[in-house]
């Protein structure tokens, strides 16, 4: 009777536990999505915020669209070069994974995840932004790709891996050649797990500031030219912020809200994708 | 009912071919003819001489407990071992006057002989689409794989269930009609020869049965070579069979024997096959 009194006690007391650690992992998210909601609202609000570009301290009506559609034109180019390649590398992993390039491949992915994003703006400065002696939006997408590559890759890669393998040998007993059963079988019933690795990619590369201090640099007018020096998001949450003027203090967490809440937005979007590919691979 | 076998008796050429390369009697030509096969998993070595003569639009069966090589055997009939690597061969697999294992037209084999699997595997694209996809690939007309489509499945017995639903997802059939989608797939493109890795073993009874009755009535137009772990649908379905066996010293598969359905079943020459089909092992 007291030995089953303990046992309940101390079944009570490790849930007690686990709820409070959750309680306290948790905690920081919610801060800062409370301090950034209210500090970035009053900015947020505006609809200048979204029209209009920076304008001189003290006069009203400033915005962030030059920063808005450059971090889209940036993050979009960067997708360009890092999905394909991305994707068709993590098909290669899984379908020819066995050789030592694949191996090789797969240290060099993940010691990539793991350098400091400054690293990869400073290799990029170097070598897309001193031979030509100006800063561009471009330089900055070529960092975002090289920070995306990794990710997709892997991801990619675990998504190809649970289709179940019997897809693989139905395709090839109807005479498909190896590569056709990657592209036209295995992709598609992995795709919503591809989808989810691009979608976390993009969310990533959308709120890197690092990489693109030295290379897309920033800019205070509207530009779309990729090859001229750009602003994004994060580079106006960075510059603003460290100013000693409140108004644009007030930008940068408008610019900081808008950010977290486009990555929001990316994630959940990905979630969903994640949770169709599960449904996919469970179905079979 | 069907006549005893010449397994046993030296055949017209010399005495040292193998008994089971004879056509067994009353039995059409041999369509697949495997003489002297063996096989290696690296260093390991699965199969060891095998001689097997596949008799023409007939159920044969390949029967024997686990590890016996029944399914390596199968898989070597249209080659899906290239996918094992260090994989090796010996012997040859005739079929068409060609060598299956040197051949390196490996879509022609695959579309001539085909395969179905344990598990269906549905494409994740419409019913339509899956049966169409083989079609598809060899740049088929519109119309021509239409035709297709509607024979594969009716020949696979599902044409009435999905007639009206052509156009949802693979997946949400059932598991028998799953099968019977695999095997509609398997035939649009006409092969001669159907190879079933267990087709039932993830079935229900009543989805079994109708898988079977689908094979007696395949097998008026195509050869069906089934791996089965249930010698009962052995017994039903086949009308060969051959018993194959792990050499307990060598770890690697062998043929024991190989004979009609009838024979193998209710007076078996080997006292190796008596003692399996009784279920004193396996």
Redesign the interface.
């Known amino acids: 009777m007291s030995r089953n009194r303990r046992r309940l006690f101390f079944s009570a007391a490790a849930r007690g536990g686990i709820w409070l650690m959750a309680a306290i992992a948790l905690l920081p998210l919610a801060l800062v999505l409370l301090h950034t909601v209210t500090n970035g609202l009053p900015a947020a609000l505006s609809v200048n915020f979204y029209t209009h570009v920076e304008r001189p301290v003290g006069i009203p009506g400033a915005g962030v669209s030059h920063a808005l559609t450059g971090t889209l034109v940036m993050v979009g180019i960067a997708s360009l070069l890092a999905i394909p390649v991305g994707v068709v590398g993590g098909i290669h992993l899984v379908e020819y994974g ?1 050789g030592q390039l694949p191996r090789g491949i797969r240290l060099a992915a993940d010691v990539l995840v793991g350098t400091p994003s400054i690293a990869v703006g400073l290799f990029v400065y170097a070598i897309a932004v001193a031979p030509f002696h100006h800063f561009s939006a471009l330089s900055g997408a070529v960092a975002l790709a090289v920070l995306m590559l990794p990710i997709v890759l892997r991801t990619t890669e675990s998504a190809i891996a649970l289709v ?1 393998n ?2 693989r ?9 190896r590569w ?1 059963v990657a592209l036209q ?1 295995i992709l ?2 992995a795709a919503p797990g591809v989808l989810t690795g691009c979608l976390l990619a993009v969310a990533r590369a959308a709120g890197e500031t690092a990489p693109l201090l030295f290379t897309a640099f920033g800019n205070k007018f509207y530009t779309l030219d990729p090859t001229r020096a750009m602003s994004a998001l994060p580079l106006i949450v960075f510059h603003d912020a460290l100013t000693p003027y409140e108004d644009l203090v007030r930008q940068a967490w408008g610019a900081a809200l808008l950010l977290v809440a486009l990555t929001l937005f990316t994630n959940v979007l990905s979630r969903l994708a994640l949770r169709r590919q599960i449904a ?1 691979a469970g ?2 | 009912m069907v006549a005893r076998p010449q397994t046993g008796t030296p055949t017209a050429g010399s005495s040292t071919v193998s008994p089971h390369l004879t056509a067994l009697e009353g039995a059409p030509q041999t369509l697949v003819s495997v003489e002297g096969v063996s096989f290696w998993y690296g260093k390991r070595q699965a199969l060891n001489q095998l001689d097997l003569a596949i008799p023409h639009r007939r159920v044969t069966a390949l029967i024997g407990p686990s590890g016996c090589g029944k399914s390596t055997l199968l898989r070597m009939l ?1 080659r ?1 071992y290239d ?1 094992v ?1 260090g994989s090796r061969t010996a012997g040859r697999i005739l079929f068409g006057g060609e060598d299956i294992l040197a051949t390196r037209q ?6 001539k002989i ?2 179905v ?1 344990q ?3 549905p ?3 419409s019913i339509r689409d899956n049966v169409a ?2 079609p598809r ?1 060899l740049g088929w007309g519109k119309k021509r794989i239409n035709d297709a489509v509607e024979r594969s499945l009716r020949d696979a017995a599902l044409w009435d269930e999905v007639k009206d639903r052509l156009s949802a997802s693979g ?1 949400s059939l059932s598991g028998g009609q799953q099968q019977r989608l ?1 095997i509609a ?2 035939i649009a ?1 006409g092969p001669e020869v159907i190879l079933m890795d267990e087709p039932c073993s993830a079935l229900d009874p009543m989805a079994t049965l109708k898988i079977e009755d689908l094979m007696r009535r395949l097998v008026e137009t195509y050869t069906i070579v089934i791996v089965t772990h249930n010698m009962q649908q052995a017994a039903r379905v086949a009308d060969h069979t051959a018993f194959m066996l792990m050499d307990p010293e060598h770890g690697y598969g062998e043929l024991v024997e190989f004979g009609n359905t009838t024979d193998i079943f209710q007076k078996p020459k080997d006292p190796r096959t008596e003692a399996y089909i009784t279920g004193r092992f396996g």
């Not at chain 2, 490996?106 to 579309?111: H, P, S, Y």
């Open positions: 066995g179940p019997g897809i040998e139905a395709g090839l007993a109807l005479g498909l050649a056709r079988l598609p019933a996919l179905g079979q | 249209n899906m996918l690597p490996l879509l022609e084999l695959r579309q085909g395969m699997f598990k269906p595997s494409f994740p694209m996809f083989a690939l997946t695999a797939r398997a493109v």
